[in-house]
């Protein structure tokens, strides 16, 4: 057999398959910005235009309430939002592109819809928008906001009779959506602490809702909780253990976004893009293979830190940490072991009522198993735990973050360990038989 000759048909054997199912790689994205189709202060085309120049991959512009279809006319007269954007507006896309007109005397602007612009923007391989909707609703005074990813048409709020009820009739929706039209599509439960909305018993038993934001850009979402609210990041660590071990339910992940509504002016007590985004590793840049890595936990969330590397082992995670200049990092590794104290007490007001606030829970809930400085952190089961995420925290301050004190940070997906599993299919026959 002569070799030689089979060599150039091997390699574009190995090529043509290479192409045919490439490695997966990392794509940057934002799941939650608005525009001037809500509340947002910019054009659609301006704020993807924005995300595309800054090396973003994917970007769901989730207005409220809304998506980008039909007919929609803005005032564009001084002082409107849509008059103060009208001229950077103008000058980037044209008077060819911008469709202006006039009713009884008055300046109106039409804005696109996203099957206009898309294709001005879309790239293979390069960037996708992804169409999506923030389903605004609340309990009596207590916001209850979701943001469907990839939906096909717009949700209105669906109500309830409490927060809980609220949430999962809303994920419902979403469900029944993907159901009958067969599309990947997902919904996730937006800034628990804005306005104290949200606590973790509201949102740990809901059915079919794998994500929430553990890290939200917006100026006043409260991520660090207060004296008397938890943070995110420890209502994250309630909510794992509890579905694991008490509720039978998945684990949720959690999403780092920008809630972007101000593209004009920067400054920490306005909501502005570039302060969190996921990574997310998947083969291809499409919306199925997205939300597919997505629902997997096949990402990571960051407001600034990069990772090349999570591997999972049987009894390990390990990650890669790409350096940056000057920058130094300290990973931790929190979960919650076997044994923890389940109790829990509501927090009280000064007459001794329950005040609608995440429960005081023992300290033995996500619990710090172990900090790691340098670049390649790992941490090594000792098989009492039931879950393990890890946070890489940069010595490198966070630009433009929505707290002074803020640096760079990424969060990596809970892991649920083969004792965290038996756990939670233990919980879960209990439930099925109660």
């Known amino acids: 057999m002569n070799l030689t000759r089979l060599l150039p048909a091997l390699l574009l054997s190995s090529v043509l398959a290479s192409a045919a199912n490439p490695e997966p790689r990392w794509w940057k994205g934002n799941l939650h910005t608005h525009t001037l189709w809500s509340d947002g202060d910019d054009y659609p085309e301006m704020v993807a235009d924005w995300y595309k120049k800054q090396g973003y991959h994917f970007l769901a512009l989730s207005d409220h309430n809304i998506m980008q279809v039909d007919q929609r006319w803005l005032v564009a007269t001084n002082p409107t939002p849509g008059f103060k954007a009208l001229a950077p507006y103008l000058q980037r896309f044209g008077t060819n592109w911008v469709h202006q007109g006039e009713t009884k005397g008055t300046a109106i602007v039409r804005l696109k819809t996203l099957a206009e612009f898309r294709s001005t923007f879309e790239e293979p391989g390069r960037f996708l928008l992804i169409p999506a909707e923030e389903i605004t609703d609340h309990f009596k005074n207590r916001a209850v906001h979701l943001i469907g990813v990839n939906l096909r048409d717009v949700i209105r709020p669906q109500g309830g009779t409490n927060v809980e009820a609220t949430i999962q009739n809303n994920v419902n929706a979403v469900l029944r959506q993907r159901a009958a039209t067969g599309q990947p599509m997902f919904p996730h439960l937006a800034h628990p602490n804005f306005g104290w909305s949200v606590t973790a018993e509201d949102l740990m038993g809901v059915k079919g809702e794998q994500f929430f934001e553990v890290y939200n850009g917006h100026a006043a979402v409260h991520n660090a909780g207060d004296a008397a609210h938890p943070g995110t990041e420890r209502m994250w660590d309630i909510i794992l253990t509890q579905r694991l071990a008490r509720l039978g339910e998945p684990p949720m992940f959690g999403l780092a976004v920008d809630d972007a509504h101000n593209y004009a002016r920067l400054g920490r007590t306005r909501s502005n893009p570039g302060r969190g985004w996921v990574m997310v590793r998947a083969a291809q840049l499409t919306p199925e293979t997205i939300v597919g890595a997505l629902e997997r936990g096949d990402f990571y969330s960051s407001t600034g830190v990069r990772v090349s590397e999570i591997n999972w082992e049987t009894n390990r995670l390990a990650l890669t940490i790409e350096q940056e200049p000057g920058a130094t990092y300290t990973t931790q590794f929190i979960g919650t072991r076997r044994g923890f104290d389940p109790a829990s007490q509501p927090v009280l007001s000064t007459n001794g009522l ?9 300290k033995d809930i996500g619990v710090l198993l172990a900090e790691t400085p340098g670049l390649t952190p790992s941490f090594k089961l000792k098989g009492d735990e039931l879950y393990v995420r890890a946070k890489v925290i940069s010595s490198k301050p966070k ?29 879960a026959t209990r439930r099925q038989e109660k």
């Open 399 to 427: 630009a433009n973050g929505v707290r002074s004190d803020e640096v760079e940070s990424a969060w990596v997906q809970p892991q649920v360990t083969p004792l965290g599993w038996s756990v939670n299919q233990a919980a």
């Open 354 to 362: 329950p005040l609608a606030i995440t429960r005081t829970y023992s």
